[in-house]
């Protein structure tokens, strides 16, 4: 993974777009979608996991400015590198800003040297289900969610999120509707998200959503502490070992397991 330096990106010029607003940009990401990808990394973030590993992306008003026209420059001076690949748009919270990525993913569509693979990686919890417009152009213009589940519980997800799961769940349906790809994404965080019980709920609730291509879960690590130690902000899950890879296919097939019993039984 290589960070871009924002400052050696091209002069922003006028632009016919809506400027973003990001904490940085990764040239050869290879865990945010398919291939190697160009990753924005979106400045804001409404959620507060407890996990979260970074917090310097939370503040709104921080980050930089940049231009689709910058963003689309740096991906085409490499452009050769991304062919199995293509831009992702992750954070913080990308639906913070629906009309930069839409701007940004439409022009990744319309790119003069050929169409380029868009993703977006949300938490889905900045959507408005009040108004679904204002993402219609976004999600016109996107070709694989990979969507964070952060806890299948209500009341568990308010406690690891300090947020209610409604807003994500009804992303998850619109997401559905327009039958857009999508990845689960689920951390799983010993005494926290690692029951199996846990993980056959998660498999209930996304069952429903037929356009789910894949599931991908996470093992918690601790890697992030250092961010918090940086900021002068208390860590929250203090004293919470790694979760043991070892656990992980026992819990994913329960996830698969309980998916497809009530897939079938609907
Ligand atoms: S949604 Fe992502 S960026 Fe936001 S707090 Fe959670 S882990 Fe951090």
């Known amino acids: 993974m290589a960070n871009v330096d924002l400052s050696?990106?091209?002069?922003?010029?006028?632009?016919?777009?809506?400027?973003?607003?990001?904490?940085?940009?990764?040239?050869?990401?290879?865990?945010?979608?398919?291939?190697i990808r160009f990753?924005?990394?979106?400045?804001?973030?409404p959620m507060r996991c407890a996990y979260c590993h970074n917090p310097d992306t939370w503040e709104v008003n921080a980050g930089e400015t940049v231009t689709v026209e910058q963003i689309m420059h740096a991906f085409e001076s490499n452009r050769a590198f991304y062919k199995n690949g293509g831009i992702t748009v992750t954070g913080g919270e990308p639906l913070l800003q629906p009309e930069f990525v839409a701007d940004l993913f439409g022009a990744a569509h319309a790119a003069p040297a050929g169409r380029v693979h868009t993703c977006l990686d949300s938490c889905g919890y900045a959507y408005a289900p009040d108004h679904p417009e204002r993402f219609d152009r976004l999600l016109s213009e996107t070709d694989l969610v990979l969507l964070d589940i952060k806890h299948a519980d209500a009341e568990g997800h308010?406690?690891?999120?300090?947020?209610?799961?409604?807003r994500?769940?009804?992303?998850?349906?619109?997401?559905?509707?327009?039958?857009?790809?999508?990845?689960?994404?689920?951390?799983?965080?010993?005494?926290?998200?690692?029951?199996?019980?846990?993980?056959?709920?998660?498999?209930?609730?996304?069952?429903?959503w037929r356009n789910v291509v894949g599931l991908e879960m996470l093992p918690y690590h601790t890697?992030?502490?250092?961010?918090?130690?940086?900021?002068?902000?208390?860590?929250?899950?203090?004293?919470v070992p790694q979760m043991d890879k070892a656990r992980m296919p026992?819990?994913?097939?329960?996830?698969?397991r309980a998916m497809k019993e009530a897939r079938a039984q609907s």
């Open 223 to 239: 890697l992030g502490v250092v961010k918090y130690e940086k900021l002068g902000i208390p860590y929250p899950l203090e004293g």
């Open 168 to 208: 994500i769940l009804a992303f998850g349906d619109e997401l559905a509707r327009r039958n857009i790809k999508v990845v689960i994404r689920h951390v799983v965080v010993p005494g926290i998200t690692d029951t199996v019980e846990e993980c056959e709920k998660l498999g209930q609730l996304v069952a429903p």
């Open 39 to 45: 990753v924005v990394f979106c400045q804001g973030c």
């Open 8 to 35: 050696e990106l091209k002069a922003a010029g006028a632009s016919a777009y809506t400027p973003g607003r990001v904490h940085s940009l990764e040239s050869m990401g290879t865990v945010d979608g398919p291939g």
């Open 158 to 166: 308010k406690r690891l999120t300090g947020r209610s799961p409604e």
């Open 250 to 256: 026992e819990l994913r097939a329960a996830v698969m």
